[in-house]
């Protein structure tokens, strides 16, 4: 059974920063691409970016402007997102998401872990 | 990369069909047919309903359809059934290799 299990999310005053996990398993992680997606609260869905299976290719929402950095570890079947100078704004639920193989749906997703950045 | 165009809501009585459009430019839904649909319920993570404009994961059931005609994507969901209360999201593939949601639509079953 697919699984992907968020976890680093909290509380984060303005301008710090956090490093959230994926736990991927069920699967063999290191030939799918994958994704993070947020929602703000009451908010649709955002998409944050985007890593090829063995990181090659990596892409951003233009909004983030540089604070994001997605990674991944395909030994430790995880995926990172390291969230730098966090604003208000970046408040959301962060989902994971693998791609679809071959082709660019998302087909499995985490729970989601919550990110609040408050003073 | 400005989000896709949903209507904010679309409702129907239960065996009817209602369609949800997700309206973009030739830079991403126009350009290419990677036009997928999302359903969320209610705290929820998203599901996959539609990838590739009009293909359905297994598991997921024929009365939801998807199509798409210029820049403009839709999702119709026959024989509506409560179950089918929940927001759908859109989102495309875009000409800068990522990718972008629809602002989303709660279907309201009456």
Redesign the interface.
Known sequence: EVQLVESGGGLVKPGGSLRLSCAASGFTFSSYSMNWVRQAPGKGLEWVSSISSSSTYIYYADSLKGRFTISRDNAKNSLYLQMNSLRAEDTAVYYCARRVSGTKGFDYWGQGTLVTVSS | ?S?LTQPASVSGSPGQSITISCTGTSSDVGG?N?V?W?Q?HPGK????M???VSNR?SGVSDRFSGSKSGNTASLTISGLQAEDEADY?C?S?TS?????????TKVTVL
């Open positions: 990369q989000a290419y990677y997928s999302y969320q993570a998203p599901k996959l539609i990838y590739d994961p999201y989102n593939y800068s290799s990522t990718y972008v949601f629809g602002t989303g």
